[in-house]
């Protein structure tokens, strides 16, 4: 699953490192990253989300893979920001 995963030497530990790393790839079918993040780490999506989104706003992680960790930033702003709107037309 992750074929290309090497381990480098950074601050992350490997298991934020393949988090990183599965994040890179691009998924073909709904469901299979869920699947894969179940396999890989035994943990919930959701569980797998909260853990990803406090490793992104790391300096380490921003190092490790600055484009990703950009990249990663900006869709959870533009979804916060969604979400937001949505709210907020509701109770109008």
């Known amino acids: 699953m992750l074929d290309d995963f ?5 601050p992350l530990s490997e298991r934020e490192q393949q988090m990183l790393a599965l994040e890179r790839q691009w998924w073909k079918y709904a469901g299979a990253k869920e699947q894969a993040i ?3 780490f ?3 999506a959701t569980h797998y989300y909260q853990i990803l989104n406090a490793l992104i706003d790391t300096e380490h992680a921003l190092a490790h893979d600055p484009m990703l960790v950009k990249r990663l930033r900006r869709l959870r702003t533009s979804r916060q920001r969604a979400r937001t709107a949505r709210r907020l037309g509701s109770d109008a």
């Open 6 to 10: 090497q381990l480098r030497d950074s």
């Open 38 to 40: 179940r396999e890989l």
């Open 42 to 44: 035994d943990l919930s």
